[in-house]
């Protein structure tokens, strides 16, 4: 994400969602066929996950990613990647309200990043600067 979309960026926005499995490729293939939507290597070193993409306009909207490295503690589901003013800050009222923290808080890429689960096991991801 470039600075100047950084500024865009909203607290409380929805930024982005992604499915980890452990084989993302038929997974990704799955939904292509299912959805109607189309598929881009984003290469992660040794192997690559997927940029999920819409038909005609190829924009990107989604990843399909496989359960390997950082994001091997990840559940299997669709999750959603929420805006924050703090991950660290939001992490610790999680905890504090009844929720539990599945992975980090750490960093992914440039951005803070953790995945919580609310008192009712409903799970969604935080990120910030």
Partial sequence: M?????SDVKVGAIEWCDLTVGNAVNVK???????GWESSS???GDYDDFNIN??????????ICHARGSNSNLPAQWLMYV???DVAVSAQKCRELGGDILDGPRKMGAENFCVIKDPAGAVLALVSS
């Fill in 2 to 6: 470039s600075d100047s979309t950084k």
């Fill in 29 to 35: 293939d799955f939904y292509c066929s299912v959805v």
């Fill in 42 to 44: 984003a290469s992660m």
């Fill in 54 to 63: 819409l038909p005609k306009t190829g924009d990107t909207i989604a990843g």
């Fill in 83 to 85: 805006r924050v003013e």
